[in-house]
């Protein structure tokens, strides 16, 4: 899951998606990352864990760092929360990554993207909250093939 600065969008991403997959008893290994590496050590931003702990969701234990190029093969999917992010990548990068995916067009979702909440308020961070959750389960069937 990556996002910016990996300290508000993608580490909801990470949480979210290690709660459906405990909850469907899935072994997958997910982990969370940021283009750059500004906040790279911190613990997500304060708004972000409140928002996750109101629905249950603990992410204080979770620290930032930048994306690491020779660790995208390792994973079988890329998701990134907008174009932005996904482009970024793509620029680093001449290979091409064919499991590299914006995820909420992955997820078939109506919205384009998740907004950066990094200068909004708590209802932005509640909208990312909720944008995330069913884009988790709708990759989650997808991958599955449900
Ligand atoms: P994120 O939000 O990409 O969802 O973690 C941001 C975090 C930090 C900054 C921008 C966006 N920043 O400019 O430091």
Redesign the pocket.
């Known amino acids: 899951m990556v996002?910016?600065?990996?300290?508000?969008?993608?580490?909801i991403a990470e949480g979210l998606m290690k709660k459906h997959c405990q909850q469907q008893k899935l072994n997958w290994q997910i982990d969370s990352a940021?283009t750059?590496g500004?906040?790279a050590g911190e613990p997500p931003?304060v708004r972000s864990i409140c928002c996750c702990k109101k629905h249950g969701v603990d992410i204080s234990m979770q620290r930032a760092s930048k994306i690491e190029l020779q660790l995208l093969d390792t994973y079988d999917f890329i998701f990134t929360?907008d174009n932005q992010?996904l482009a970024d990548i793509k620029n680093t990068t001449a290979i091409k990554l064919h499991h590299l995916f914006a995820i909420l067009p992955f997820a078939e979702m109506t919205t384009s993207h998740v907004p950066?909440?990094?200068y909004g308020n708590t209802e932005d961070f509640d909208y990312v909250f909720q944008l995330l959750d069913e884009a988790c389960i709708r990759v989650i069937n997808k991958i599955l093939n449900k």
Do not use: K
């Open positions: 996002c910016l600065g990996n300290i508000c969008r993608s580490p940021g750059i500004f906040h931003d929360m992010n950066d909440p990094y």
